[in-house]
């Protein structure tokens, strides 16, 4: 067994072996050192180059290449601008042209009463065919006839007032005939023929009045009896009943605008339309035309122009146009609307050019017009047509024009330009 002696000199021994195993030498350690740092300041110089290199290679490409851009930019900007340029075309002459109509019989009025009275009975209705003349109702007219009856007694009364007066003139004729042969012998006096002259007068001109009045009398009398004849409501032509307000008992007076009946002529049918100004040259008698309406799709009945109204209305710059239809079936009827299609000869030649070539301004309806020397030159044109995707020209242009397809805002006046066609 060891003291405790010697155990801590064993220690002591063994810990500077330790040391001088695992610890290097200070001269190693600065040779190791001295090696490393050239290379590491030989890797950094390098790579700095490189980058360097790196850089102005970068620098000068990009330098090139605006270069280049910028060169390109200016030669863009000195060349003329490509623009992709139409030439019109010849529209067609004739043109078809649907519009709105209305239609109305040949004849139509309504009947209204011309007396008094109190409807005794009626012997039409609605729909019904009449003839010319034709009895449609007809009235009692009780008061028109106590005025019937009182002028017949007034002019009773006349012819006797005539006779007592002619009697009167011609006693008053005789007298004053004798007066006349006693009046030279002196037997009467001068004042007393004078006298009798004038009462023979007086007698001759109350004679007149009381003639005068008889024919007052007469004219009266005939005035009634003519009113008593419309007591019987007959139609004015023939056609069909419309429309009837009329009943038995229902009391009626003249000139109330109260109307008894509609009567209408249905064969031929009149179609009006109103024809814009523009088109109005082509419009002539006897224009064929097409008609349809809504509640008989595939059906087209044929007319033609029968008159124009000759005259613009000032509100809508129209002119009114009547086509005649024949309706023998009398399948179109006074009041429907329906289309009608006339194809009209156009008086005017147009050009036509794509609707996107037509600008409109503040200077008005404008074209860009490409000259021979490839300057833009803004045209003012006049629209006789627009369709949407083309647009028909009457003025401002000629067939041989070049125009820009779709001109932008940008193109200005004098413009230099390279045409595309």
Known sequence: MSSPANAADDSVVNQPSIGLTNSPSPSASARASGSIRPRLLGWGSGGALALGLLFLTAYWQKRAESALLASETANESR???????VKPRIGKSERTLTLPASLE????????ARANGYVRRWLVDLGDSVAAGQLL??????ELDRELEQAQARLAQSDAGITEAAATHEFSRAVL??????????IVSRQDLEQKLSQSNIDEAHLAVVRAERSSQLSNLHRLQQLKLFARVVAPFAGTITERNV???KLVAAGTGQHLFKIAVLDPVRAFVQVPQSLVAGLEPGLPAQLRVAQQRGKVWEGNVARMASALDPSSRTMSVE????NPDHRLLPGMYGELTLQLDSK????VVPGSAVV??????????????????????????DTGADVEISEGLSESDSLIASPGPDLSEGMSVRATP
């Open 79 to 85: 060349a003329p601008r490509r623009v992709l340029t």
């Open 105 to 112: 019989g040949l004849e139509q009025t309504e009947v209204d």
């Open 137 to 142: 109702a007809e009235l009692d007219t009780p």
């Open 177 to 186: 005939a004798r007066y006349q042969e006693l009046a030279p012998q002196g």
């Open 247 to 249: 009943v038995r008992g």
């Open 323 to 326: 086509v005649r239809v024949p």
């Open 348 to 351: 005017q030649p147009t050009l």
């Open 360 to 385: 409109a301004t503040k200077e008005g309806v404008r074209v860009a017009v490409v000259g021979e020397g490839g300057g833009v030159h803004w045209v003012k044109v006049r629209i006789e047509r």
